[in-house]
């Protein structure tokens, strides 16, 4: 049985207290007298090891990966974020200057030093507190720009919990060191993808590397593209050494249509791309609510992918799928068809069936759930049975090897070096996985394409730095990185972007979404009076019981399927940073508050 460490961590730390406490008492009015002291937990290897595991509750749980990319530009859904609501969001009810964790790291580091522990031991452990601080601080870094550098413990009445923040420079060099330490000192290995690993360092600090340089190239207002190279150098030389350990590669079990979605949903992860993923444990409980999420009406935000990223997935010969004739208007089951395939693999269509009462059943959108009509199924399981509570069985992707090839290609097309045969191992790996051919999986593009510029960049002219975004876009889609990378490119902006579906021709027409063969769904403004059965209706009048209607057609009765255009979304660029929450600032009013909040 494969142990999930994150979910023994509640345990642990009542072991921890209650042996630093003591329990033993020979009479009930004596005071308790501690039975432990530091010895006891770093005196020993099974010391360190078992505190070092609390800090993996730092990680993301299962519900945060599943709802990882929940505000974000490719994503409609049932309410648009208060966050990019004018005047709905604000110091008030911000959240997230919490530093409880923060101080059981550095407690550990200042305190593993007992001698009975051989030095290598101690500092693999160190390594992997290092990591942890790396990563705690590194999302305090992406929410609120410049916090306060903590490298120790702080009691009740230290000065230096009323400091002012530190420069992001001076934070991001720390983590940088703390990610240099790690990836040197840990020699834990790990076949279950739950433990931190040097590999796991070595591909973190590409994250950051790639966020921080990107960030601040793009972010001139900083005042310090100057040091945005050094950063991407030190991403891509991060990422080629994870790229050359040897221990990784990309999966390709199971053919281009399997391949991809099986590293999300299955209950054992795939070692062989996987990094760090959180491990399901049925016989535990451990389970997750993908299902319930993905298939739900009623039950989270019913996140619809938008037509205007679904057209950026490729044709499978490589060639932008914008680039033929009449793309606009052609209906589902005509768009979806000989495209990257990935994108089956991320949405329902084509011939995808569920198990549903023990039958295998085709599964086209279903618009009780899909605004859009693309419907995510990247993370679920094909199985009814799971979609309501937290039932599923599958095994969440953290960190993966895909990411690590993203992160070098892109870090090395910034810097401008990136070479053809780079592109061949990266991104072309990537699109060979996902079925595509031509030369767009050997060599590096030579042509920008006008949608991704109209649509996505259009102060991008660099055609390599422009496929290389389109392919992280598809490759790590519903993954949690999205609304990073709109801040680092400072393309905060997509945010505002229509929230459009499929194309509709015309009202009162039922469309077979799947060509099975079954009609699935009509739209309509005036409801028919005879009905189909088993066809969804869909109301798209421009009113609905006296209020606008959240569901419309571009064109009133025919055209794009267009959702909730009748609640703004406004982006500015004050919304790059998060406020600090308005009773922290009170605590310390030396913390100051971010720009124009």
């Known amino acids: 049985m494969t142990t999930n460490y994150k979910n023994t961590i509640k345990p642990v730390l009542l072991i921890l207290l209650i042996s630093s406490i003591g329990m033993g008492c020979k009479k009930l009015d004596q005071q308790p007298q501690a039975t432990a002291n530091k010895a006891a937990v770093f005196g020993s290897q099974a010391g360190l090891e078992l505190y070092t595991t609390s800090f993996y509750n730092i990680l993301p749980t299962t519900s945060a990966v599943i709802r990882g990319d929940e505000m974000c530009d490719y994503f409609a859904r049932t309410a648009v974020p208060d966050f990019i ?254 495209r990257d395939m990935r994108l089956q693999q991320t949405i329902r269509m084509g011939n995808l069936t569920r198990v549903n009462g023990g039958v295998q059943q085709p599964a086209p959108p279903v618009f009780s759930y899909t605004y859009t009509g693309y419907m995510p199924i990247k993370f679920t399981i094909d199985d009814a049975s799971m979609d309501g509570g937290a039932r599923n069985t599958n095994s969440l992707v953290l960190m993966r090897y895909a990411e690590v090839l993203l992160n070098y290609a892109e870090a090395k097309a910034e810097l401008g070096t990136l070479t053809d045969a780079d592109w061949n191992s990266t991104i072309g790996a990537l699109r060979r996985r996902a079925g595509i051919t031509g030369a767009t999986t050997t060599v590096k593009p030579t042509v920008a394409d006008p949608y991704l510029q109209a649509n996505y960049f259009p102060g991008i002219s660099d055609p390599v730095i422009l496929e290389v975004r389109r392919e992280r876009g598809i490759e790590l889609a519903m993954e949690g990185f999205r609304f990073s990378d709109l801040a680092r490119w400072k393309r905060g902006k997509l945010m505002e972007q229509i929230w459009n579906g499929f194309y509709v021709p015309a009202l009162n027409t039922p469309m077979d979404l799947n060509e099975d063969g079954v009609q699935d769904v009509l739209f309509y403004q005036v409801k028919p009076a005879t009905t189909i059965s088993g066809v969804t209706y869909v109301n798209v009048a421009a009113t609905v019981s006296g209020a606008p209607n959240a569901q419309r057609l571009a064109n009133d009765t025919f055209g794009e399927l267009t959702w909730l255009t009748t609640v703004p979304r406004v982006w500015d660029d004050k919304y790059y940073l998060y406020p600090i929450p308005q009773a922290d600032l009170q605590v310390n009013p030396k913390l100051g508050q971010n720009p124009g909040w």
């Open 85 to 338: 609501r004018a005047g709905a969001y604000g110091p008030q009810n911000s959240s997230g200057w919490s530093w409880g964790d923060l101080r059981n790291i550095n407690y550990f580091i200042v305190n593993c030093n007992d001698p009975a522990v051989p030095k290598a031991v101690r500092e693999n452990y160190i390594g992997i507190a290092r990591f942890f601080r790396g990563w705690f601080y590194f999302e305090k870094i992406k929410r609120f720009g410049d916090v306060p550098w903590i490298n120790k413990p702080f009691d009740v009445d230290d000065p230096g919990l009323y400091a002012a923040r530190d420069s992001r420079t001076l934070v991001i060099d720390s983590v940088m060191a703390d990610l240099d330490y790690a990836a040197a000192h840990i020699t834990t290995s790990d076949n279950t993808r739950s433990l931190i690993t040097k590999n796991t360092a070595l591909a973190f600090k590409s994250r950051v590397g790639l966020f921080e340089g990107t960030y601040r190239k793009y972010h001139t207002e900083l005042n310090q593209q100057s040091s945005a190279n050094t950063l991407l150098t030190a991403a891509a030389t991060a990422a080629q050494q994870v790229m050359t350990s040897g221990g990784f590669s990309l999966n390709t079990a199971g053919g281009t249509d399997k391949a991809y979605r099986n590293l999300f949903n299955n209950q054992a992860v795939v070692p062989s791309e996987t990094i760090l993923a959180d491990i399901v444990d049925p016989a535990l409980s451990i389970l997750n609510d993908a299902n319930w999420y993905y298939t739900s009406g009623t039950y989270g935000a019913r996140l619809s992918f938008i037509r205007t990223f679904i057209n950026t997935y490729l044709n499978i010969d490589g060639t932008p799928f914008t680039n033929k004739a009449g793309y606009q208007t052609m209906t589902f089951p005509q768009e979806v068809k000989n």
